[in-house]
């Protein structure tokens, strides 16, 4: 059974930056699609950021509200994935969830939830001054 646990989460002042982790168990997560949401209070998830394999690389997908403040890695090796968090500012304010699927999502699926299989069970990240 596949397990994800985010961690990482805190309360932080604008500008501050917090690097938000995954970790995975249960699979191989080699091939796979990993992803970070976020939720805002009474709002669906939306998609913050994305890697897949892309040949030998990988390739990210960012939300235009994060690009050039977030970056997204992943550890095959020990199947985890990180989201960095540069410059938050308060509407960064959300929960934050790390998901995964068993396959290489296009683009534009990427940033669907419902292509996802496997769901932390988020953290929460406050930007507040």
């Known amino acids: 059974q596949v397990q994800l646990e985010e961690s990482g989460g805190g309360v932080v002042r604008p500008g501050d930056s917090l690097r938000l982790s995954c970790a995975a168990s249960g699979r191989t997560f080699t091939s796979y699609t990993v992803a970070w949401f976020r939720q805002f209070p009474g709002k669906e998830r939306d998609f913050v950021a994305g890697i897949r394999r892309s040949g030998g690389n990988t390739d990210t997908s960012f939300a235009n509200a994060v690009k050039g403040r977030f970056t997204i890695s992943r550890d095959n090796t020990n199947s985890m994935w990180s989201l960095q968090m540069n410059n938050l500012k308060p509407e960064d304010t959300a929960v934050y969830y790390c998901?995964?699927?068993?396959?290489?999502?296009?683009?534009?699926?990427?940033?669907?939830?419902?292509?996802?299989?496997?769901w932390g069970q988020g953290t929460q990240v406050t930007v507040s001054s």
């Open positions: 998901a995964a699927v068993s396959r290489r999502l296009i683009t534009s699926r990427m940033w669907q939830t419902d292509d996802y299989d496997y």
